[in-house]
């Protein structure tokens, strides 16, 4: 018999808070009753605050991230589109393989895994395009395979330097509501999240932010692809008066009321800052214990996800069952070509100092018993330092501001 909680550091699904999951324990309800709009019209106010999208609009679609994914595409571009895009991990490479797929003329630019969005490389291609047929460019904000952290405002400013109208398509699943984003700022037309990442909620809802350039670019006269379920146009009919075109998971909405309250009440900022610290103090539990991220600079680290690259000869699937059999503790584990040689620990949504360092202790062991050569505590000892040292500065700064 098992005693105490399950571990889970996986980057997804993430842990549900309490408060949450109470929300979502509700009897059955009338999505089409006369106040269903008082419960989803404020939702959609919110889900703009949280994408900082002022002058758009947003679409929830019962759906994981990839379904919202080929929403995005579906309802502003045709088959032929050329769009530009970068593979560097298996996140963006499902995104660059649905693109194909949808019949999408893709030119897709292979990057190093550990490395993000190539935006020389991007502005090249930019820069060349002066008859304007690339379309979209895409960007896969938080590559959740490597542990990496794209600029996306950078993407913005390379089309600005050229006045190439090209849209900027963002897939955010683990990066929205967790780091920095900042649609509208950044001229971020189509910006795709998921429920069960930043949003602590479990999975089955994803969310798509759409700016009024990509709503234009969506009602234009050019044919688009065929659509249906995904239809905007549905969607929108229906939303504007806050109900939806089928059934919606009503539960899930009491669910995100709870997870918008949450993330208002601690304030955006605070849980960027969180996300900042939480993953420093991971990141210097990895260098204690002398592993490496897969990310290859500072500038790609994640404030979600670490990728850690196990010793050589260390079998990372081992990490990982061990972990999971001995410690009741879940990591991620390598994806694609990073399998087997890499364990993931996510470290977004409700989560702690102390959550990090039972993480760091957990995999601890788990290294030790898959044969690395590691020092048992010195990745906990390293972050335990970190964060003693950032609670320390945070309340002598919280005196100063009293004082
Ligand atoms: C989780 C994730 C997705 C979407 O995955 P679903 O399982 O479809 O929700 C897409 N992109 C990134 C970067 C992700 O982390």
């Known amino acids: ?20 999951r109470r929300a979502m324990n509700v ?28 002058s758009g609009r947003v679409f929830m679609f019962p759906s994981s991230g990839t379904g919202t994914w080929e929403a995005a595409i579906q309802n ?54 002066t008859a304007h047929d690339i379309r979209a460019v895409f960007v896969t904000h938080n590559e959740t395979a490597t542990g990496v952290t794209s600029n996306v405002a950078g993407v913005r400013r390379l089309l600005d330097a050229h006045s190439h109208p090209a849209l900027i398509f963002v897939d955010g699943v683990s990066s929205i509501a967790s780091i920095d984003f900042r649609q509208e700022e950044w ?16 999975p089955g809802l994803s969310f798509l932010s759409v700016s009024e350039k990509a709503l234009a670019a969506a009602r234009d006269n050019r044919p688009k ?3 249906f379920y995904f239809s905007f146009d549905n969607m929108m009919a229906a939303n ?3 109900y939806f075109p089928y059934t919606p998971p009503t539960q899930f909405f009491h669910g995100l009321r709870a997870s918008l309250d949450l993330l208002f009440e601690e304030g955006l900022d605070n849980v960027f800052a969180r996300h900042h610290r939480l993953a420093e103090g991971v990141r210097r539990g990895v260098a204690g214990l002398g592993l490496s991220l897969v990310a290859a600079a500072p ?9 850690i690259r196990t010793p050589e000869g260390v079998d990372a699937n081992a990490v990982l069952r061990i972990a999971y059999e001995r410690y009741d503790t879940s990591f991620g584990g390598g994806l694609a070509r990073l399998n087997g040689k890499v364990f993931r620990i996510g470290h977004l949504g409700d989560l702690n100092e102390v959550m990090c360092l039972s993480a760091l202790g ?29 609670k320390q500065r945070a309340t002598a700064d919280a005196a100063a501001r009293t004082a």
């Open 187 to 202: 001229g971020v037309d189509l910006a795709v999240a998921g429920s069960q990442k930043g949003f602590m909620l479990p």
């Open 240 to 242: 504007d008066s806050g």
């Open 362 to 390: 957990a995999a601890e062991m788990a290294l030790a018993d898959a044969g690395a050569k590691i020092t048992l505590g010195a990745g906990v000892a390293a972050a335990q330092a970190y964060f003693r040292e950032e």
């Open 299 to 307: 500038k790609w680290h994640s404030d979600t996800v670490s990728a």
């Open 27 to 54: 009897p059955m309800e009338d999505q089409r009753a006369p106040d269903m709009p008082a419960l989803t019209l404020p939702l959609f106010a919110d889900l703009k605050r949280v994408f900082k999208n002022d």
């Open 225 to 227: 692809m065929e659509r």
């Open 76 to 129: 502003t571009l045709a088959r032929g589109d050329r769009v530009l895009m970068a593979r560097f991990g298996q996140f963006s490479h499902q995104w660059a393989e649905m693109a194909l797929r949808l019949g999408l003329d893709a030119t897709v630019l292979e990057v190093e895994w550990g490395e993000g969005v190539p935006l020389e490389a991007y502005e090249k291609l930019i820069a060349a395009d």
């Open 1 to 20: 018999m098992k005693h105490g909680i399950r571990h889970l550091f996986i980057p997804g699904p993430t842990n549900v808070p309490e408060r949450v």
